[in-house]
Nanobody, 122 residues
């Protein structure tokens, strides 16, 4: 069973940066993709970015392209989300999740972390 633990959230002013980290333990070869999702109060969980342990082109939601970068360290079983030029609308709880392949659908991810709060003040 894959266990995921996020860290790195916090409070930042608009225009600032944060880097989220996700530690993955118990990873199997079938759990090739790692994604970041976010959920703001009163809103549905939405896809942010995803990458595959095996490589390939990462996927991003349009509103974060050019500002967020997902990366991974296979040796450490870590996935990161570098968030630059943060906006108040980026405020949400951010979750990392594991799937067999990259998908933008939350239902495609079997394992989830507990989430980390990101708050961007204007």
């Amino acid at each position: 069973q894959v266990q995921l633990l996020e860290s790195g959230g916090g409070l930042v002013q608009a225009g600032g940066s944060l880097r989220l980290s996700c530690s993955a333990s118990g990873r199997t070869f079938s759990s090739d993709a790692m994604g970041w999702f976010r959920q703001a109060p009163g809103k549905e969980r939405e896809f942010v970015a995803a990458t595959a342990w095996s490589g390939g082109t990462p996927a991003y939601r349009n509103s974060v392209k050019g500002r967020f970068t997902i990366s991974r360290d296979n040796a450490k079983n870590m996935v990161y989300l570098q968030m630059n030029s943060l906006k108040p609308e980026d405020t949400a709880v951010y979750y990392c999740a594991s799937a067999t392949a990259i998908t933008v659908q939350a239902t495609g991810y079997k394992y989830w972390g507990q989430g980390t709060q990101v708050t961007v003040s204007s």
